[in-house]
Nanobody, 116 residues
C-alpha cells in the first residue's frame, strides 16, 4: 500500500507562483514514475507533468511547458511541482500519482485557484 499526500495549493493571482509537494509513504522505488495530474470543474483529469527516476526523464503537457517544473527527491520520497506564470486556466484540483510496477495510486488532491 502506498499513500500520497499533497500540499502547497492555494489562491494566487495571475502571473504568480506556487510549489506543490507530494510525499509518499510505503514502499516505493526511484524507478517508479510519479506524476501530477489536474482536474478542472467539468473537465477530464489530465496529465500535467511526469518524472521518472531523475530530472532528465520528464515530460509536460504542452499547456504548462516552460512554466512548470517537476522534480524529485528520492531520499524524501517526495516530488514537487514548481508552477510559475500561473494563469486562470490553471485553476484545478492537482493530484499526485505513482505507478508502482503497474499498481496505481492517487493522492487526495490539492486545490489551486488562480484568480485576481
Amino acid at each position: 500500500q502506498v499513500d500520497l499526500v499533497e500540499s502547497g495549493g492555494g489562491l494566487v493571482q495571475p502571473g504568480g507562483s506556487l510549489r506543490l509537494s507530494c510525499t509518499a509513504s510505503g514502499n516505493i522505488y526511484s524507478i517508479n514514475p510519479m506524476s501530477w495530474y489536474r482536474q478542472a470543474p467539468g473537465k477530464q483529469r489530465e496529465l500535467v507533468a511526469r518524472i521518472g527516476s531523475n530530472s532528465a526523464d520528464t515530460e509536460y503537457a504542452n499547456s504548462v511547458k516552460d512554466r512548470f517544473a517537476i522534480s524529485r527527491d528520492n531520499a524524501r520520497k517526495t516530488i514537487y511541482l514548481r508552477m510559475n506564470s500561473l494563469k486562470v486556466e490553471d485553476t484545478a484540483v492537482y493530484y499526485c500519482h505513482i505507478d508502482r510496477f503497474g499498481s496505481l495510486y492517487w493522492g487526495q488532491g490539492t486545490q489551486v485557484t488562480v484568480s485576481s
